[in-house]
């Protein structure tokens, strides 16, 4: 029987990862407990030794030695289910311990089940879901499909671990980019910035500290076969490699790419770039609904205002108002950024959360979209579309 126990527990070990030594101390204090209730008010004093060698137990009441035979079939039941509760709240313990390390990695999984609007992702020795807040709307995945997850969060819970994961996060790709590309992995091609609008389009700035390599070059791969993976992951998602430059015009003008830019002019103070761009390129620069413009802003980290050259032509200044037309300009810019608490469902606190995420002119509002604006935490799905109905009025 001593040598039956020893060989569950090592089982046990192997199968559960759990420590030894903790399923020895489950043994103890279960038999412990079972002593206490077998015995009833001879109990002040028990004492539990298993040999970790033979698997010997031996139980000690008052300083006596109590024999098995003593405890009958209730404390033996009382033991068994103490040694089970041990082990799973061990099981759990190194599940969280495990999962908890892994904090900002990516996991593999598959598709078990669909939970209210959750996916629930078996990963082998536990289950981890992806909230629809950390889902993109473009993905698809059925029963059964294998997915790589970004680890958002792991709580503990009185059911055990709740491992959070994400298809959305910005952390999803730049893992994806670390295990495909060896460079960025080694550390010879640094991820310097990441903005993303999960399932349509992800720019990435790229450097290398190795003047041999190109950064950009080493991502894409040959004939693109490395970047055509990790679009495939991400299920068609398009992925702009931006080359980093400390120089910040040459940055902005990277990161509006596949658009050819003219000009930039940069207010240093304001962190705003005013762009020129021939008429042919002003949408490519915008993008589809503002999402080139609002991605490399995000990227770069700087407002990015887009004029095309014909406007500024036609609104040169006359000689003798160089300097006065301009700051005028500047004057009436600031107005119209500063405008959005005139649409409907704006008050102070809705106009602070959409300046806080960068939607601070009516434009940049009618060029977003209900799904976008619900992001914002304060903001709700109705609210949403009195914003976006009244911003889209007033841009026309």
């Known amino acids: 029987m001593n040598g039956e126990l020893l060989s569950v527990l090592d089982h046990l070990e192997r199968e559960k990862g759990i420590d030894r030594e903790v399923l020895i101390a489950a043994v103890e204090s279960a038999l412990v407990s079972a002593a206490k209730k077998a015995l009833g008010s001879q109990t002040e004093d028990v004492e539990v030794k298993m040999d970790r060698k033979s698997g010997e137990v031996t139980v000690f009441s008052g300083g006596k030695e109590v024999k098995s035979g003593d405890f009958g079939r209730i404390a033996a039941q009382t033991a068994k289910q103490i040694i089970i509760q041990k082990i799973r709240e061990a ?48 993905e698809n995945f059925r029963q059964g499909d294998r997915i790589k997850a970004f680890v958002v969060e792991v709580k503990k819970t009185g059911k055990g671990p709740q491992i959070v994961l994400s298809r959305a996060n910005t952390g999803l790709v730049k893992k994806l980019f670390e295990l495909e590309i060896p460079e960025i992995y080694e550390g010879i091609v640094e991820i310097k910035s990441i903005s993303r609008e999960a399932g349509d389009r992800t720019k990435i700035a790229v450097f290398s500290k190795d003047e041999k390599i190109d950064c950009v070059g080493a991502c894409v791969g040959m004939r693109g076969s490395r970047v055509k993976n990790i679009v ?28 050819k830019i003219s000009t930039v002019k940069l207010d240093k103070e304001a962190k705003r770039a005013q762009v020129t761009v021939d008429d042919d390129q002003l949408s490519l620069a915008i993008g589809k609904k503002g999402q080139n413009v609002r991605l490399a802003s995000k990227l770069t980290g700087w407002e990015i205002d887009i004029k095309p050259k014909a406007a500024l032509l036609e609104g040169a200044p006359a000689a003798g108002k160089k300097e006065a037309e301009p700051e005028a300009k500047e004057a009436g810019k600031e107005d119209v950024a500063q405008d959005i608490s005139s649409l409907e469902g704006v008050g102070p606190k809705t106009k602070g959360l959409l300046e806080e995420a960068g939607l601070d002119s009516i434009e940049k509002i009618a060029a977003s979209s209900v799904e976008e604006l619900t992001k914002i935490k304060g903001i709700g799905e109705k609210t949403a579309e009195k914003i976006l109905k009244s911003a889209k009025g007033l841009a026309k």
Do not use: C, H, M
Not at 235 to 257: C, F, H, M, P
């Open 91 to 138: 099981e759990r313990d190194v599940i969280f311990t495990d999962y908890n390390s892994r904090v900002g990695n990516v996991v593999t999984g598959t598709v078990y089940r669909f939970e209210k609007g959750n996916i629930i992702v078996d990963l082998g020795k536990t289950e981890g879901f992806i909230p629809k807040s950390e889902q993109s709307s473009k």
């Open 232 to 259: 495939k992951e991400l299920q068609g998602e398009k992925i702009d490699i931006v080359r980093w430059s400390d120089d910040t015009k040459e940055y902005i003008l990277a990161s509006l790419n596949p658009a």
